[in-house]
Structure formats: C-alpha cells, structure tokens
C-alpha cells in the first residue's frame, strides 16, 4: 500500500514533485508574509513606545492604534 | 458609498481572522491532499501522473480569479478614487503571483509524462507566462515608486492591461490548435470529469482559496500597520 503510494505506478517522481513545490511555495510566502507583519507590529510598539504621554494619549484614541496594540501585546 | 470598507472598521475583522482562517485552511487541506493522493481514483489514460490536476487546476484557476479581481478593484479605485480598493488589490497580488507560479510549474511537471516535454510554446502555456509577467510588473511597481498617487495609477493601468489577457487564457485552448487540452469542468453544460475526482479538486480549489485568503488578511494587516506607522511619525 505505502510502496503504491509513493510509486504511484511510476509516475511518483512528478506527482510527489509537483506537490511538494506546492507545499513548498505555500509555506515560503506564508513564512514571509508573517515576517512582514511582525516587523511592522514590532516598529509600531517602538514608535508607540517613544511618544510621550500626551502623544500616546492622541494615538490611543484611534481604535486601530488600540487594536494593532491588543494584538501585538499576543505575540 | 464604501463606508463598510474604512481600514478602521475593516481591521478590527481582518486582525482577528487569520488564526481562524489558518485552522480551516489546514483541516481542508488534510482533507484534500488525502482525497487527491490515496482516495481518488488513477486516470484510465494518463493513470497516477493525473493527480497533479489537484494542485495544477486549482492554482490556476485561482490565480486568474485574483488577477480579475486586481483588475476589478483597479477600476473601482479609477472611479470612486478610493484608496482602500489599491490597498486590498495590493494584498490579493502576491498570493495570485505564488498560484500563478505553481500552476506553470506543476503544468510543466505534468507535461512530461503525459506529451513527453517540460514545456512548449503553446497559446495556453504562452498566456499564463504573459500573465506571471504581469503579476511580476504589478508588484515591482510597489516596490519601486514611493509617490502614493502614482503608484496607484501605475499598478491600475497594469492590472486593466493585464486582464485582456485573462479571457485570452480562458478561450486560448478553444481559439487555437493547442497541446493543452480543453476545460474538463463546464459551468453551463455537462462536466467530462466524473465526480469520484470533481470532489478532491473542489475540496483541494477550497483549500487553495483558503489559503489565499490568509495570506490577503496577513498582508492586509501588515499594510495598515504600516499606514499607522507613518501616522504615529505625523504626530
């Protein structure tokens, strides 16, 4: 069964090819995407970080500031 | 008009979402790479090689649906001069440049044992490898101008060119003599694929969907948190 499944009566080189470069490309752009994101969320806590009170006090009042925040404050 | 598509209210969704979106994708995908790999049954022509239509099919199906909506949104933003429409387009482009890409590469890999070629310069083949140009062109443009207005502008005009080559895709294997064969499944007459492998490729086209839609929510989130970035440097 399993020798079946990985010959896949010869044509296994290009099925088990063609899959793994999809799983592949899948797990690249989702790695990279979500490094992108978590530098952007780790610059806006720095940013946020360096304002003084009465900034962080304006930016508080935008409820995507508060939000991006919430969620950074999970990583 | 598109008050519900503000970044505010839109974030406050597209933060919480992915996680969801990811457990899906993963449960669908299982499901489908089983389906495709052990429980479908092998061509009667083309025997196991047949199964690479699982992730052939659905890549380019998707990568020509996001392509359109680029062109879609392009407009909308021509028209409504919305910002957000180029925000969304440009966090649909990288997953559709990915899908592009599987989708010539697997079809090469497919090519080999089934015409005995990696690759010929077919009308089918020729138009997606037009079309991963455009894609390439769509998302260097972002990279390279810094000017808001016109990169918008630059990005539109790609995308509205790019999508007259979208329908050439479609009718390519119906307008010319090509080595690609005609479409299987037929939206308005009967399919001549049997269900025991429509299934796997519906569950496998959801899976991809899925997929593409974390990585819109992931690169949407990361292009607002930049707007905020900018915002807080204004303060």
Do not use: C
Request: aromatic fraction near 14%.
């Amino acid at each position: 069964m399993i020798n079946e499944i990985i010959s896949m009566n010869g044509y296994g080189a290009y099925v088990w090819s063609a899959f793994s470069f999809t799983l592949i490309g899948f797990t690249s752009l989702y790695f990279v995407i979500k490094l992108q994101l978590s530098k952007e969320q780790k610059r806006f806590v720095a940013k946020f970080g360096s304002l003084n009170v009465e900034k962080a006090k304006v930016a508080r009042l935008q409820n995507i500031n508060r939000e991006i925040l919430l969620n950074t404050s999970k990583i | 008009m598109f008050k519900s598509f503000e970044p505010n209210k839109i974030f406050a969704i597209t933060s919480k979402a992915p996680k969801y979106v990811l457990f899906l994708f993963i449960v669908v995908l299982t499901i489908g790479l089983t389906e495709a790999l052990v429980l479908s049954p092998e061509d009667y022509k083309q025997s196991d090689a047949v199964r690479i239509m699982y992730v052939h099919v659905p890549a380019a199906w998707i990568s020509l649906g996001i392509f359109s909506s680029l062109a879609l949104l392009s407009v909308g933003s021509f028209i409504f001069k919305n910002k957000n429409f180029a925000l969304i387009a440009k966090s649909l482009a990288p997953s559709g440049f990915v899908f592009n890409i599987i989708a010539l590469v697997t079809g090469s890999i497919w090519g080999k044992p089934t015409w005995g070629t990696w690759w010929v310069w077919d009308a089918r083949i020729t138009s997606m490898l037009i079309l991963v140009l455009f894609y390439g062109m769509y998302l260097l443009a972002w990279r390279i101008y810094e000017n808001k207005e016109q990169v918008i502008k630059i990005t539109s005009m790609i995308a509205i060119l790019g999508s007259i080559n979208v329908p050439i895709i479609k009718y390519s294997v119906d307008w010319w003599n090509t080595l690609h064969q005609p479409p299987s499944i037929n939206v308005l007459s009967n399919n001549s694929i049997h269900t025991s492998m429509l299934i796997p490729l519906g569950i496998m086209t959801v899976a991809f969907a899925l997929f593409s839609l974390l990585i819109f929510l992931m690169k949407y989130n990361t292009e607002l948190i930049k707007i905020k970035n900018k915002g807080l440097d204004r303060l």
